[in-house]
């Protein structure tokens, strides 16, 4: 399928610490197949994420940077298990950058328990930087998903600018979610 055909895919999009929702719309600018409409805080707390995604909604799916990336991995589990997001449609994929699970390193052992049930069925596109000090974790994190798609890039923990090979991923990715779709 053109992946140009249907709507673009609406996403919403949670950064990292020390940057804001403008400095991460401009570093995805380079995505122009998804609306990347929102942008929030990755502070936000579950709760108000899901009040937000009631009222601002329906959104496909899920983009995270950092700490963003945490609970962008986190939540379509979550919701499938029932413990978050039960008042919104179902959660089609997420995009990962620079990711891990909670659990491991901010979070509550109980809170990463409802987060990961093994594997989490959602469509999901990880970029590791082969430089991030996070690039151990985000490979422990692709066990906990079906079917993980992979970027791999030369930087470190920052918002990839993708080459040939990237780009040839990302697009088999946007097929995929316009399936969804």
């Known amino acids: ?11 919403l999009c949670l950064h ?3 940057t804001s929702g403008k400095i991460f719309e401009k570093q995805t600018e380079i ?6 409409s929102e942008y929030r805080n990755f502070e936000a707390s579950i709760a108000f994420i899901e009040d937000y995604m009631t009222r601002s909604g329906p959104f496909d799916g899920l983009l995270g940077f ?3 990336a945490f609970i962008s991995a986190a939540l379509p589990g979550m919701q499938a298990k029932g413990v978050a997001l039960t008042s919104v449609p179902r959660i089609k994929f997420v995009m990962i950058i620079s990711g891990a699970k909670l ?3 901010y979070s509550s052992p109980k809170l990463a328990e409802n987060a990961f049930p093994s594997p989490v069925e959602c469509t ?8 991030d000090y996070l690039k151990p974790n985000g490979m422990e994190l692709l066990d ?3 079917d993980p798609l992979v970027i791999y890039y030369p930087e470190g923990h920052e918002v990839p600018k993708l080459d040939e090979k990237g780009s040839e991923i990302m697009l088999k990715f946007i097929e995929k979610v316009q399936e969804l779709l």
Do not use: A, T
Request: net charge positive; charged share 25%; hydrophobic share 30%.
């Open 1 to 11: 399928m053109d992946h140009q055909q249907g709507r673009k895919p609406r996403v």
């Open 16 to 18: 990292g610490y020390r």
């Open 31 to 36: 995505w122009p197949e998804f609306d990347f």
């Open 66 to 68: 950092s700490q963003g």
């Open 103 to 105: 659990g491991g390193l």
């Open 124 to 131: 999901s596109l990880h970029f590791l930087g082969e430089k």
């Open 144 to 146: 906990s998903f079906l």
